[in-house]
């Protein structure tokens, strides 16, 4: 009924720059909070940054002046864009949206993951 489709990662050297992107369609009615998480090898699920529909942000404090993110409501699309990339955010990348659907049902939706590897 719904999907997260994200595309951006990527090989980047260290002080380099990534955009990630994640388009939400379906069945959809309503986008409430939108985020990306990342999960690195033998690490758990952790919340990178977050996004309320009316444009409120959150960053986890290792992310907090390097990551940016934002999203398009017309296009049910959140970003993030990432500067002064560091070897430690090298992780798969997952976006998340919390929304209602046509149907009325409200959950939350993840995206399949994207790979960032942030290396020499």
């Known amino acids: 009924q719904v999907q997260l489709v994200e595309s951006g990662g990527g090989l980047v050297q260290p002080g380099g720059s990534l955009r990630l992107s994640c388009a939400a369609s379906g069945n959809i009615f309503s986008i409430y909070a939108m985020g990306w998480y990342r999960q690195a090898p033998g690490k758990q699920r952790e919340l990178v940054a977050g996004i309320t529909s009316g444009g409120r942000t959150n960053y986890a404090d290792f992310v907090k002046g390097r990551f940016t993110i934002s999203r398009d409501n017309a296009k049910n699309t959140v970003y993030l864009q990432m500067n002064s990339l560091k070897p430690e955010d090298t992780a798969v990348y997952y976006c998340?949206?919390?929304?209602?659907?046509?149907?009325?049902?409200?959950?939350?939706?993840w995206g399949q993951g994207t790979q960032v590897t942030v290396s020499s």
């Open positions: 998340n949206a919390n929304l209602l659907l046509r149907t009325m049902a409200q959950g939350d939706y």
